[in-house]
């Protein structure tokens, strides 16, 4: 059909060419993620502490990587961490470094208005119980926030998920770059791609369609 021969894939080449890049695709998925929601985290507190010392730099961070595309991000870092320091790190730490700290601007402000979502009213009860600022975040707001913006965090580790794919624009091993040498050496390059993007559908399909699941039961906790 369409001239495209699909009978090249079999498990070998899977495991030849493909299982590693999807294990990195994977590990850069869940690294970013947790990375991205601990600085996130952090960022979306310091916007929300009422200091400007803290509120000025985390909004000018998060403004200012949410209004640059990502790929520019990752050659950026890619190319400017090796200057810096004065040596090469890797296509994979770069693209690592790059997650965590592109994924925690989009993060804050999953986080801020997660935190933003909590009636003021358990505030200002920890407040009369003698509470610190920290104490009150720790203890009362973020588990409350974390619960209510679990679907809406899940949705863009999906997202990253799906972003991992441009890693290969600096030469890192991930799920696309081995379909794609795959489809170089066996001479299918078409068909190659077209299995990448199948195995990218059904992943993040099953992905939002457990997330969907997730958000109806919360919503019926609630």
């Known amino acids: 059909m369409f001239g495209l021969d699909l009978s090249f894939i079999n498990w070998d080449i899977l495991q030849k060419f493909v299982v590693g890049g999807f294990i990195f695709s994977v590990q850069l998925t869940v690294v970013a993620t947790l990375g991205g929601i601990f600085f996130g985290t952090l960022l979306a507190l310091m916007r929300l502490s009422g200091k400007a010392a803290l509120m000025g730099p985390a909004a000018f ?6 209004s640059v595309p990502l790929v520019m991000v990752i050659l950026w870092f890619y ?21 965590i700290a592109f994924e925690a601007a989009y993060f804050s402000e999953i986080m801020r208005a997660g935190i ?3 009636p003021r009213g358990q505030v200002f009860a920890g407040q009369a119980m003698g509470m610190t600022y920290a104490q009150n975040m ?4 973020l588990p409350q926030a974390f619960r209510n913006m679990l679907p809406v965090l899940l ?5 990253l998920f799906q972003d991992t794919s441009l890693v290969y624009a600096i030469g890192a091993y991930d799920l696309l770059k081995g379909f794609t040498n795959a489809g170089k050496i066996y001479g299918r390059t078409e068909e190659a791609y077209l299995m990448a993007a199948v195995v990218y559908f059904v992943i993040c399909f099953a992905l939002s369609w457990s997330v969907k699941r997730l958000q109806a039961k919360i919503a019926i906790v609630r």
């Not at 090796?82 to 730490?93: D, M, N, R, V």
């Not at 720790?138 to 707001?141: N, S």
């Not at 949705?155 to 997202?159: K, M, N």
């Open 61 to 66: 961070y998060v403004n200012g990587m949410r």
């Open 79 to 99: 190319l400017l961490i090796p200057f810096l320091i004065g040596k090469p790190i890797g296509a994979e730490l770069s693209a690592i470094i790059t997650f």
């Open 116 to 118: 933003q979502s909590i």
């Open 138 to 141: 720790r203890l009362i707001i």
């Open 155 to 159: 949705t863009q580790t999906i997202i």
